[in-house]
């Protein structure tokens, strides 16, 4: 096979839910151990990246807020990094705190999140914090923010998308329930710029690239890359996009494109 690494999205690629299929984990390994390496590419922060490796048995340079992060577990240091600018958030604040919506805000060292009523802790993480409302930050703006809510969302496309349009990236995604939830981040931030960054630092080229994902902030990945594997459940414009389409994330889909690419050499 020539391809030297894959990069892999979390949330409708490699993960079902929470968890990583057993499908996935042996495929993945197998390919590890011939040479491959995995660069975790997710719109969540690093912290959930970094727990999906200690599942595969690696610490490797991953993408994390949709690609306004490249981070390097190994020397604890940013490759790459971008905040949303402080004008726009101030606004996206204000809308957010105005309506019901779960807002995911991930900045430097934390993330918050702001809902309405305080969750029961099994709901939070260890990095997560609950706010009521949000405030700005001294020195800390967001790098990324994940909105989910009907009327916080429309707002914020009908008020924020075209005003920002130079400013910020605006996109649909699928989290973790697999609801459709948006993903917001500096215009300089986003996947495709990320694997270009995260490929320089380990000396790779995109083509060596194989991109896995299911979601429209997945595409610039899937352009650079010298491949791209859907997964079964993707949007018609995703599976388009690629290369090739596996099964559904929730059967091992990321497993199965592996499993081909191991006995084939490619698609």
């Known amino acids: ?3 030297r690494a894959f990069a892999i999205d979390l949330d409708g690629t490699l993960l079902a839910g929470e968890d990583v299929p057993q499908a996935n984990i042996d495929a993945l390994k197998e390919a590890i151990a011939q040479g491959v390496r995995v660069i975790i590419a997710t719109a969540r922060w ?9 599942k595969l048995g690696i610490r490797e340079t991953l993408i994390a807020c949709s690609g306004a992060q490249v981070f390097d577990p190994e020397t604890g240091k940013d490759v790459f990094a971008a905040r949303l600018p402080a004008d726009f958030t101030r606004e996206m604040f204000a809308i957010c705190n105005e309506e019901r919506c779960i807002a ?6 934390s993330v918050r999140v702001k809902l309405d009523g305080e969750p029961v802790g099994a709901m939070m993480g260890d990095e997560m914090n ?7 930050l001294d020195g800390d703006l967001p790098r990324i923010g994940a909105i989910q809510g009907s009327k916080a969302v429309t707002r914020i496309k009908d008020e924020l998308q075209a005003k920002y ?6 996109f649909d995604s699928i989290g973790p329930t697999g609801r459709i939830i948006i993903t917001i981040t500096a215009k300089v931030a986003e996947k495709g710029t990320a694997l270009i960054a995260a490929c320089a630092y380990l000396e790779l080229q995109p083509e060596d690239v194989v991109a896995f994902g299911d979601a429209e902030n ?3 990945m899937f352009r650079l890359a010298g491949a791209a594997v859907a ?8 599976k388009a996009a690629a290369d090739f389409v596996s099964v559904p994330n929730d059967q091992g889909g990321v497993g199965h494109a592996v499993r081909h690419l191991l006995e084939h ?3």
Not at 46 to 54: F, G, H, R
């Open 1 to 3: 096979m020539r391809y």
């Open 46 to 54: 690093k912290e959930k990246a970094l727990e999906v490796q200690a």
């Open 104 to 109: 995911t805000i991930t900045g430097g060292t």
């Open 130 to 136: 609950w706010v009521p409302q949000l405030e700005m």
């Open 165 to 170: 349009a130079n400013k910020v990236n605006i």
């Open 218 to 220: 997945d595409l610039a």
């Open 231 to 238: 997964m079964g459940q993707a949007s018609d414009e995703v």
């Open 265 to 267: 050499g490619g698609f």
